[in-house]
Structures are given as C-alpha cells and as structure tokens.
C-alpha cells in the first residue's frame, strides 16, 4: 500500500519558516520524480516545486528563491524549505509522487496546513 504522510506544517507569522516533509512507503522512491503541491480555499491546486529522480528541481515563479525542495532517498522523503513566508503562501500543501513507466503512477498525501498570518 502506498502512503504519501506529510509533516511539518503549522501557523507562522510573514517573514518567517517552515520545513515540510513528506515521508514515502510503498514505492520504490528513488525513481519517482516527486513534488509540492498547493491549494488555497477557492482556488484550483497549484504546483509549488518538483524534484526528478537524479535531483532535478523546478519552482513556481512565486516562490523562486524563498522554497527549496529536497530528497533523501536513503530515507524515503522529500522536503519543502520555506523561508520568507508571505500571507499568500497560506493553503493546504500536498505531496505527490509520479512515475511514468508501462503506466503513469501517481500518488498524493492527505496534506498538511501552513497558514501565514500575523
């Protein structure tokens, strides 16, 4: 069974930082490209960063510069540093896992909360 369990998320004041992590069971992680995901009230999911297999990263124009994503494979996880955090940064953060091989695989966790307020 595949599990996708997030970490890390929480209420914090603009200008500061959160690290998220998302731990992985279930597949064989290190050769699937894996990302953050976000999603505000009223508004569609959006793509925060991703991180291929052999460490390849992409970010939103949004947060370039402020969030870096990051992978240990020896310990099923990736992360999402956040620094210089913005009200508009506040949304549920889901992570995802996806392959394409004989199939697409793809994978999502139930999400964690990070609320940028004052």
């Known amino acids: 069974q595949v599990q996708l369990v997030e970490s890390g998320g929480g209420l914090v004041q603009p200008g500061g930082s959160l690290r998220l992590s998302c731990a992985a069971s279930?597949?064989?992680?290190?050769?699937?490209?894996m990302g953050w995901y976000r999603q505000a009230p009223g508004k569609q999911r959006e793509v925060v960063a991703t991180?291929?297999?052999?460490?390849?990263?992409n970010y939103a124009n949004s947060v370039k510069g402020r969030f870096t994503i990051s992978r240990d494979n020896a310990k099923n996880t990736v992360y999402l540093q956040m620094n210089s955090l913005k009200t508009e940064d506040t949304a549920g953060y889901y992570c995802?896992?996806?392959?394409?091989?004989?199939?697409?695989?793809?994978?999502w966790g139930q999400g964690t909360q990070v609320t940028v307020s004052s």
């Open positions: 991180i291929t297999s052999d460490g390849s990263t």
């Open positions: 995802n896992a996806h392959l394409i091989s004989l199939r697409i695989y793809d994978y």
């Open positions: 279930g597949i064989n992680f290190r050769v699937y490209a």
